[in-house]
């Protein structure tokens, strides 16, 4: 059974209806734009719907997971619309009550990595490099703020404001990856089938609301305090606006270095 597919996001019914496996489906860098950030939120909404469902994989196609959300879509212009929508669909993610998970090759970028680190667990394979490069354009990764910090403590702090990846080995050193192996796809399905499929999908609900209930109240929290300091504070900096049109032209930022 197949749910109905978007050009970029494609989505199948596995394990007689109880897992539910979305596909990233623009490649090569499954860029999360505002069309792809629309149907991946339908395809949640669609899931929570459905009372068979026990888990949720978030796989792409491609060598590559995704580079992260739409660098043109976070110019000033643009940023308003687009930000709203993409933190929308991750908190949908992350309080939709049902396990997810990911399944991740190459690079898990910027946006890329905040959407998927709102899941249950993530499944890698020895080539993924994960990363919020975001202040290398001169921004900052809302999500990430919140999600890194929920995920691997403070070490989260690093990552953050220098804007490097990591590779497997550390990400899994980290915490952030549940395992490293040449076929996530298939680590990430048998953890399914032999730890989630014999339990009640009900009771799976329940236990994944009562794990979150620090993470939702974040969400709930400190993510429109974060998007409101993103939007008018940061986006009204010279810097900001030099650093995304600098990635743009493909040439060095000329900084001012004030706005703070």
């Known amino acids: 059974m197949n749910v109905a597919d978007s050009n970029k996001v494609g989505s199948s019914l596995l394990q007689n209806g109880q897992v539910l496996r979305i596909e990233l489906a623009a490649p090569k860098a499954n860029i ?23 888990a949720i ?6 060598d590559h997971f995704s580079f992260g959300a739409s660098v043109e879509e976070h110019q000033r212009d643009q940023v308003a619309q687009m930000l ?8 949908t ?3 939709v009550g049902i396990p997810t998970f990911a399944v991740l090759r190459g690079n898990c970028l910027g946006g890329g990595l905040e959407l998927v680190a709102g899941c249950t667990a993530l499944f890698a394979s020895p080539t993924v490099k ?12 809302p999500l ?8 691997v403590g403070g070490r989260a702090l690093e990552l953050l404001c220098s804007g490097r990846t990591v590779n497997a080995s550390e990400a899994l050193g980290l915490g952030l990856l549940h395992s490293v192996t040449e076929d996530p796809e298939a680590a990430c399905l048998s953890y399914i089938e032999r730890s989630l499929l014999p339990l009640s999908a009900s009771s799976l609900r329940f236990a ?3 794990a979150r209930t620090t993470l939702t109240h974040l969400l709930r929290t400190e993510l429109p305090k974060l998007e409101q300091l993103y939007l008018e504070e940061l986006m009204a900096t010279a810097d900001a606006s030099e ?3 600098a990635f743009l032209a493909k040439r060095p930022p000329r900084y001012a270095n004030e706005g703070v």
């Open 208 to 210: 994944e609301r009562a």
């Open 84 to 91: 709203p929508r993409f933190h929308a669909l991750v908190e």
């Open 93 to 95: 993610l992350c309080t």
């Open 130 to 141: 994960l990363g919020q490069p975001e202040i290398r354009l001169a921004v900052f990764a």
């Open 32 to 54: 999360l734009d505002l069309s792809m950030i629309t149907a991946l939120h339908d395809r949640l909404t669609w899931a929570q719907q459905q009372q068979r469902i026990k």
């Open 243 to 245: 650093g995304i049109a």
């Open 57 to 62: 994989m978030l796989c792409a196609q491609g």
């Open 144 to 151: 990430g703020s919140l999600l890194l910090p929920w995920r």
